[in-house]
């Protein structure tokens, strides 16, 4: 559920069975095993551009105080169904902005989340979002409904004053959910609706770049009034993105071992960082809305989640210090996802259901 330092301590996996750590909420919740032997999946480049290349970057190794081993096929990694909802119906994203934005960031975040259901392979040609987001929607309910494939950005909300501060905890961060429903905005969508919080990159969180670049849960009554599903991400660019839009940057004390920091796709760090926070988030928030569907582990309070078994696998052959193969255009910018008016990105892959394994697009052709 909560995304944490992305810091990953890379070792020889293809030979070695590592356990898998879920660090989330609290980096204490060790519940499952891997095989640790990647699953040779197919990321394809794109077809319409000689500049475009396929490489595999080995980066530095990131810090002995990692939330994550490594990620592969496994049938050992126990993640259960728990009986509870999942989002099978069309789903309604309700954006808050917190903080100052510029309309060029807001904008390269909504053509991600639309890219969700761009299915035009003119529009976005494949390797594309919708196709990774197809791992995603292979998970089921008890009903057998898969989850929904279509996304809407069905209203904005800005708070450009601060009106909870500039530092936040997790719990006024429900309270910021609060505002935006009272002010009316947004309608209390139960069924189909979840809301994401967006803080700006002067506005500081409570564990972020410590512990955790994003979560996601559902509002208590008590402060919303509603039991409505959320996720908070945060934009690191200031405050830590060799931490938070890793590998877009890396410590300074990572020398040598690798290229370095990647040249991100869109020319913005913390951005281009938070995106890839952000499909982690929705894909185990429609996966898990209540904390009762789909995760390893019998804590539901600290579970691991479908984006967690893949934290820092970005393409085939990843791991021993590699994030696995990705793409590079002509102008050195790195990616695996094509989006929307010709948006590029970079992120992680999710654990499928099917393959046991972590998958990207196209994995299942």
């Not at 691991?304 to 696998?313: A, K, M, P, Q, V």
């Amino acid at each position: 559920m909560f995304i944490h330092l992305v810091f990953i301590i890379f070792a020889s996996f293809l030979l070695l069975a590592h356990s898998i750590i879920d660090s989330n909420h609290n980096n204490n919740n060790n519940n499952a095993t891997s095989a640790a032997t990647l699953q040779p999946l197919k990321l394809r480049p794109l077809p319409d551009y000689a500049t475009n290349y396929t490489f595999n970057p080995q980066l530095p190794p990131r810090s002995l105080s990692a939330s994550k081993k490594f990620e592969g096929s496994s049938e050992l990694v126990n993640l259960r169904y728990h009986m509870g909802p999942v989002l099978s119906s069309p789903i309604n994203i309700y954006l808050i902005w917190y903080g100052k934005w510029a309309p060029s960031q807001q904008l390269l975040i909504k053509d991600f989340l639309l890219s969700i259901s761009t299915f035009n392979h003119r529009a976005a040609p494949s390797p594309s979002v919708s196709e990774w987001w197809k791992t995603v929607s292979l998970y089921t309910d008890q009903t057998g409904a898969n989850i929904s494939r279509s996304i809407l950005i069905a209203g904005e909300y800005s708070d450009r004053l601060y009106s909870h501060g500039s530092h936040l905890t997790r719990l006024s961060i429900q309270e910021v959910i609060a505002t935006a429903v009272k002010s009316k905005p947004f309608p209390v969508d139960h069924k189909n609706g979840i809301y994401l919080v967006l803080t700006a990159t002067d506005v500081t969180v409570q564990d972020f770049c410590r512990a955790v670049c994003g979560f996601h849960y559902f509002t208590f009554a008590s402060m919303v009034g509603y039991t409505l599903p959320y996720a908070w991400v945060g934009n690191s660019g200031k405050q830590c993105p060799e931490v938070c839009a890793y590998p877009f940057a890396v410590p300074g004390y990572m020398g040598g071992g690798g290229p370095g920091a990647l040249r991100p796709p869109n020319g913005d760090v913390g951005v281009d960082g938070m995106i890839s926070v952000i499909g982690h988030e929705l894909a185990e928030l429609s996966s898990n809305p209540l904390v009762n569907a789909w995760y390893a582990g019998e804590d539901p309070t600290a579970p691991t989640e479908i984006g967690d078994l893949c934290e820092g696998l970005y393409g085939t052959g990843g791991g021993g210090g590699y994030i696995g193969e990705v793409m590079r255009d002509g102008g050195g910018r790195t990616y695996n996802l094509n989006g929307r008016r010709g948006r590029k990105f970079l992120v992680q892959w999710i654990w499928s259901p099917t393959l046991k394994a972590c998958a990207g697009p196209n994995a299942l052709d």
